[in-house]
Each structure stands twice: as structure tokens, then as C-alpha cells.
């Protein structure tokens, strides 16, 4: 005879398959733990805080994730996001943010049911792998705007020193790319019980996500493990990558910073408080470079997960073949450059404390390709604030975004489609932005579920028209593999990506779309950027 909690969740498992999750009926049984949801009054669901991977603290602090315990009989709160994952140069007293940080979030239709099979849009946020700068976005615009015909997953990992410190064979590496492994085998496991389809699952991410997007591609030497099927990555990052042996630096500077130099120094960091570990958590220069980059901590090559840089892995082809959405922004590099920069001595500091390994003369033929557009109102402070920009966005954007389109191509893959967002808000334009990095990602979700959206993108606002317009082509893609065939009526066809003809879509000011050649210039400097990409340690 059953006991009252087999048999309560027997009958909750069998509820999965015919009973659908309304209001009055939001409790989803995976077999290891059960979830409440939370209904809205506009036909979606959420499910908050969803614990992925077991919490990575005491002897689990720098260790790959482990799975999460099973708790059956006992309902799991889903009205609250989990905390945030530590961030480099944080705080040690923010209290957004904890050593135990590994939780996903779900959006989905009320009415699914575990018969649905809906597409997964599984969301991996950015931040330079150094902190979480996309928190707790809300994919209910993204269900919405699909027809409730997909499914939004978000996620945190570890970033930082937590995500990517490296010492020897005593740290398995790329701790933080592990993490969005575990978070898709979650999903591969359980995503059906609340409707997805495991399938059927559509990378998404900007900036670091985005790069995690090509790195989970590569991982593996390009092994398909059946975690994902499409991917669609805002402005693809190529930072500097080191080798296990070239980060040890790090490791070293943050152990003596941390009071815990010896040969029990990853013992004595493991006992260390979160807030002591914070408190030294401040970041390293590159040996030989002028200062610490804005970036730190970063992926490395370790032979296993990631076995070459990143230009090398495409350019050789060993990467998953999937359809694949790549775009940028017009102006990627303003948010990041030094505003106060004043000669072009200025510029390559910058330059050279992100990519150390830029000899004088790549240096050299990159200031020939870029002269400062401002030289006439120099010297003064900022007169090379564009130049550097336009430098810098290229180098670790632009032109990374525009190779990896045209290895998809050259490798078999004709699903690959390449963008470019030119949407201008005039208050980022008033501050010299421009059409600055990641913009775009105001619009995917819907300014109302993106905390900070520019106001022209709300009802009403200069560029309200776009959002229908990008969130088409987006939800259409993660239904399809095709951003045509749910596109919005009267927008452009969505032609795919050839090396040969260099065709993009652009998105304009209002809304509008067109496709748009690749300018002969900027084909140029990225010709220059992709020969030197694996010198530059990209």
C-alpha cells in the first residue's frame, strides 16, 4: 500500500499529462523535487529560483557543479529569484549577491503541460565573465511575443575568480562554462515536465553569453552533445586566452592578496569566508601589461572543455554545426574605452592592457586603420575617446561576430543569418555612445522586462516600433530556425550570410529593417583582425 506522500505525488506525476499549469494549478513534479509557479494575468507562468547545481560552497568552492539533492514531498518556493553570483571588484557586503548563486528561472505559457513540446530559449547573460550583468530578465515579453508558443529559460553561473580561477592540476578550469553545462543538462532532464521540448533548445546570451555561445559550440573539440540545437548571440566576445600554465598569475597574486600564500594556500582559501575572499577579490594585470584589463578572469585553454583559441577552433572547423543567429551593434567599443583619453599614447595603453599580446607594430597598422576622426580638436581630454573605441569594438566585437558567420558558411551550415543594430537613442547618442554594446537586448525582452531599458523603447517612445520587429525575427528563429517565417508583416526578409557577398540585416531607427553590405572598409579592418586573432590570443 502507498504511504500519503507516494501517493500524493503519484497523482501529481499523472497530473503532469493531462492537467494544464493554470492558476490553480502550478505545481510541476520532475521526480527530484517539485516546483510552484506563479501565474500573471496575461496567459504566462514563472518559475523562480529553481536550484540547478548543489550550492557551491565549503569543500564545492572552486569545483565543478554537482547536482542539486532531490527533495520529493517537498514544494520548493518559485516567486523569488536566487542571489547573484560574486562579482570581481564587488562589494564583499552586497547583499544581491552570494556564494550560493546557481539557480535558473523558467517562463512559460499558463496553459502548458508536459504534452506541449515547445521550443526553449535557454538565456546565458553577460558581464566579461567577471560578474552577471543581465540579472533576473523576465522572458514573459519573449513568450508573449512568440504567440506562447516558446519557453524562456535564464540562468546564473559563476563568474570571476569563482568561475575561472585556475592552479595547476589542484582546479579543474572553466569552472563557469561547466556551470552552463549543468544548467542544460537541468533542462535536458526536466524541461518537458513544465513543457519544453529537450529537443528542441535555442542558445541565446550577449556580450560573455554570447561568447559562452561560441564556446559551448567549440567545447569539446566541437563535440555535439545533443544540449542545443540553434543559437542566437548579441555582439560575440573574443578576449585574450590563456593556457592553465600562462594563468597561474593569477591564482598566485589572488592567494597573497587573500593571506593565504603556502603550500596549503587552495586549502586556505577554501576557509575563507565569501566576504574575506571578496575583499581581496580585485583583479591582476596580464604580465607585462600597463594595468589590470577590464576583464580579468576569463576562460582558458585546458585541453579538455576548451582546446584551442577561439579564432583557431572555427577557422578549423571543430565546433557544433547549428543554425545560428550573429549580430553587433554600431558603436561596441564606447561603453568600455577610457572617455579621458587624449593621444594615441592613450589609446594603445588601452589597447595593449586588454590584449597584451599586441606587438608595436600590429599595434602600429591597427592606429594606420584607425585615425583619430577628432584629431582637430586635440590635444584635449577625450579627443581620442573615439578612436580607441572604434578600435576596440572592432578587434573584440565586430570583426569576431563576422568570422564566425562566415565559418558557419564555410563549414556546410546555411542557417546562418548576421545583423547589424543601428537604433539610436538620442540620449545615448547626446553622451557620445552612439548605438552602444548589447543595446539590442532592450528590445528582444521588451523594455518592460529589462530593469534600465532606454525610455525611447517604452510605448510611445522613438524606437517603441522596434521591439515587435526584433522580437519576431528572434521568437521566429527559436520556433523555426528560420527568422523569416514568423517575421513581423512589412519588416525585411532575413537573407542568410554569405562570405562571398557579405549581406547583413540592419536595424534602423523606427523599426525599419534592410539588408545591408558589409562597407568595404570595415571588411578591411576585420580582414586585419582575423590574421592576427590567434597571435593576439584571441
Known sequence: MMNRATRWLTIAALCQLICPATAANLSVNTTCNT??????????????????????????????????????????PGNTHGKLCLATNASPTDTNTSEDCLFLDLYTPANSTSRSKLPVFFFIQGGGFNSLS?????GRGLVKASGYNIIVVTLNYRVGLYGFITNGDKITPNIGLLDQRKALEWVHNYISYFGGDPGHVVLGGDSAGAASI????????????????AAAAESISFATVLTVKES?????????????????????????????LQAANK??????APSSPIYPWNPVIDGDLIQNLTYDAFADGNFVKIPLIVGDDTNEGTIFTPQSASTIGASDTFLKTQFPYLTLDQLSRINSLYPNPNNASCPSSGCYWRQVSDAYGDMRYTCPGLFISSAMTNYGMSKSYSYRYNVEDATQVSQGLGVPHTVE????????NVPGAPASYFPGGANAAVVPVIQAYWTSFIRSFNPNKHRLNGSAHWDVWSPDSQDRLLFQTGGKTK??????????????????????RQ
Not at 515 to 530: G, L, N
Open 35 to 76: 516546483y510552484t509557479g506563479i501565474a500573471g494575468t496575461d496567459g504566462t507562468a514563472q518559475w523562480l529560483g529553481i536550484r540547478y547545481a548543489a550550492p557551491p560552497v565549503g569543500d564545492l568552492r572552486f569545483r565543478p557543479p554537482k547536482d542539486p539533492s532531490c527533495s520529493d514531498g517537498v514544494q520548493l
Open 134 to 138: 543581465n540579472p533576473n530578465y523576465n
Open 214 to 229: 561560441s564556446l559551448q559550440m567549440a567545447a569539446y573539440g566541437g563535440k555535439d552533445t545533443d544540449l542545443f540545437h
Open 248 to 276: 597561474q598569475y593569477q591564482y598566485d597574486n589572488f592567494a597573497i592578496a587573500a593571506g593565504c600564500a603556502g603550500s596549503d594556500s587552495l586549502a586556505c582559501l577554501r576557509n575563507k569566508t565569501a566576504a574575506e
Open 283 to 288: 583583479g591582476s594585470p596580464y604580465p607585462g
Open 441 to 448: 537586448v532592450n528590445a528582444i525582452f521588451g523594455p518592460d
Open 515 to 536: 539588408m545591408e553590405t558589409v562597407d568595404d572598409e570595415i571588411q578591411s579592418k576585420c580582414s586585419y583582425f582575423h590574421s592576427i586573432g590567434a597571435a593576439a
